[in-house]
T-cell receptor, first 112, second 114 residues
């Protein structure tokens, strides 16, 4: 069964600290993995996309990694800011099936 | 360039009432989607439209109907609302073809059915 699991469900960190969010998937055949940021009361917005051949990709203070062998991805946030408070959603696409599998998200709260 | 817009932003319905959620995009995208988001769960696909004139069921289509009015607009209708349909509804659109193309989401409609 194609599934996407994210951990932790929620996380509280102090401003300026780093954190890492995890995403494990069983989607096959794998096409790509996206990380979305969803602010409260808004729709998700794409942060980065990882394809099979990519191990690491950065977008400012956000760095995503992908291990296609173990079917795991992580999103590392460096020097967190209050504006990083949001839910982060991992979405995996299945090749040739035009389908998207959503994780339930990690809710990050950055406190001053 | 407004992206994906949804109306209304909030709605309260009584059980058995009907309503239509509206979605429009100005990015000339072929594919459009309706999702629902419930606490503790990932977004679940209700219906999608790969191109103008076509619609297909997603994971949770029961109790919903859709209309792809033209390339820009994709509406979701609840014929007889039930409390189980209380949720936040998101419309999304993207370029057709490879799944590498990003989905762009609207701001959502928060629906409460009492």
């Amino acid at each position: 069964k194609n599934q996407v699991e994210q951990s932790p469900q929620s996380l509280i960190i102090l401003e300026g600290k780093n954190c890492t969010l995890q995403c494990n998937y069983t989607v096959s055949p794998f096409s790509n993995l996206r990380w979305y940021k969803q602010d409260t009361g808004r729709g998700p917005v794409s942060l980065t996309i990882m394809t099979f051949s990519e191990n690491t990709k950065s977008n400012g203070r956000y760095t995503a990694t992908l291990d296609a062998d173990t079917k795991q991805s992580s999103l590392h946030i460096t020097a967190s800011q209050l504006s990083d408070s949001a839910s982060y959603i991992c979405v995996v696409s299945a090749y040739n099936f035009n389908k998207f599998y959503f994780g339930s998200g990690t809710k990050l709260n950055v406190k001053p | 360039n407004a992206g994906v817009t949804q109306t209304p932003k909030f709605q309260v319905l009584k059980t058995g009432q009907s309503m239509t959620l509206q979605c429009a995009q100005d990015m000339n995208h072929n594919s459009m989607y309706w999702y629902r988001q419930d606490p503790g769960m990932g977004l679940r696909l209700i219906y999608y439209s790969a191109s103008e004139g076509t619609t297909d069921k997603g994971e949770v289509p029961n109790g919903y109907n859709v209309s792809r009015l033209n390339k820009r607009e994709f509406s979701l209708r609840l014929e007889s609302a039930a409390p189980s349909q209380t949720s936040v509804y998101f419309c999304a659109s993207r370029i057709s073809g490879t799944v590498s193309y990003e989905q762009y989401f609207g701001p959502g409609t928060r629906l409460t059915v009492t």
